[in-house]
């Protein structure tokens, strides 16, 4: 593996590149959809009121 | 030797408890990444290379980290329309030619078997360097040392050119010349330059090169900082998943380490930018410029048990590295609560 390479096509690693694109996206939809479902209620918990603080 | 410890049967070949200590791990360095805006992946490399991991997985798999958490930053970047897309796309083959260069010399090291004693060693050095950096900075009062929350808010035609950047945009007219946003003329090969030295970093270290391609960025080619960041950031996504890409095929990438570094990281991420609303970054940044001395110290002291064979040594180096970060983690969710509950209890009266 030393020495410059120019990549070649690999399904197997074109697999497991793609599953950590695939898992970011869906972390970032999954976390976003979450965040605006359970936000508010872990602020109210956190806090003790509304998120008002910005 | 220490990994073995912790290793076992599990899910995709990590044991159940190296699985919750890499969501966990993910967890803190989100934070720091999601409040800094840099810095969480130079953590990981260390650790997976404490934890025996062999030198091009432990690289190659903190590549691949740096590669999924750049997706999901980036695409909140896009969001708040953050991201020069033809910067990006200039810095891409500089850079994937520099991460191609640093990954051959890891595997040319590795050949050597150099290569996990030279990576630790790069790694102190670097570690050691942004976090006195970032400490002497952050006891002056300075900006330094990762993303000016407030500076973000301005608009890009507020930044000002830093002098460094002016100079060099008028000396090196090297054709062609583009134009970038927030006004900016600089030779493209001033960027292709730029890219290319970040990326023999990335590729070397499996870092996402960001505390030292934003400010190159700033004071070489002078773009304003949001764009910086989110330029940044898009442009991993090419280089980061090409070079996540070259060390899979030779067996460097883990997928039992890198999702749930991911899965971690990602709420982490959301959390940790959710507090630069509230919390200053300047009251923290000395902690993080702390905590990356401890790491520089920690990656030291690991080696050393490494070279002499004290698992005891190893397990220290290990504490310290995830330890000093886990406590910045914790100061900034704690200045985020009190802050939070000290506004809210500031506002009840007058809602009275």
């Known amino acids: ?54 | 030797m220490l990994g073995s410890v912790l290793g076992g049967a599990g899910i995709l070949g990590t044991s159940p408890e190296m699985l919750a200590l890499f969501v966990g791990f993910g967890l803190v360095v989100g934070v720091l990444f999601g409040f800094f805006g840099m810095g969480g992946s130079f953590l990981v490399t260390p650790a997976l290379l404490m934890l025996d991991y062999p030198a091009p997985v432990a690289v190659g798999s903190g590549m691949a980290f740096v590669f999924g958490t750049a997706v999901i930053a980036t695409l909140k970047h896009h969001d708040l329309g953050q991201v020069d897309y033809k910067l990006g796309a200039i810095m891409i083959t500089g850079t994937t030619i520099g991460i191609e260069v640093g990954r051959a010399s890891v595997y040319y090291l590795e050949s050597l078997g150099l290569a996990g004693g030279i990576i630790s060693v790069a790694y102190v050095v670097l570690l050691g360097g942004v976090g006195a950096m970032v400490t002497r900075d952050a006891l002056k009062g300075g900006g330094g040392g990762g993303v000016d929350h407030e500076a973000t808010d301005k608009d890009l035609d507020e930044y000002e050119i830093p002098e460094i950047a002016k100079t060099i945009q008028q000396t090196v007219r090297i054709p062609p010349m583009v134009t970038l946003r927030g006004d900016v003329r600089v030779s493209a090969w001033v960027i292709t330059a730029v890219a290319f030295a970040t990326g023999v970093l990335s590729g070397f270290l499996g870092v996402g090169g960001g505390f030292i391609r934003m400010p190159a960025m700033i004071y070489a080619i002078g773009v304003p900082v949001p764009v910086a960041v989110g330029t940044d950031l898009f442009e991993i996504v090419f280089s980061g998943g090409l070079g996540s890409y070259l060390y899979g095929q030779g067996g460097g990438v883990d997928l039992g380490i890198v999702a749930p570094l991911l899965f971690g990281s990602a709420l982490g991420a959301r959390v940790g930018s959710a507090a630069t609303a509230v919390v200053d970054a300047d009251g923290i940044k000395v902690y993080f410029g702390g905590m990356l001395l401890i790491g520089a110290t920690a990656v030291g002291i690991g080696e050393v048990g490494s070279y002499i064979g004290s698992s005891a040594l190893e397990l220290l180096g290990l504490v310290l590295v995830i330890g000093a970060a886990v406590v910045v983690a914790f100061a900034i969710l704690y200045s985020t609560v009190s802050s939070l509950r000290s506004t809210r209890r500031q506002e009840t009266p007058a809602a009275d």
């Open chain 1, 1 to 54: 593996m030393a020495g410059l390479e120019v990549p070649t096509w690999d399904p197997e690693t074109a697999l497991l590149i793609g599953t950590i694109l695939v898992e970011a996206i869906v972390l970032y939809v999954g976390y976003g959809g979450l965040e605006r479902l359970f936000g508010p209620y872990l602020m109210k918990l956190l806090v003790g009121g509304e998120p008002n603080a910005r």
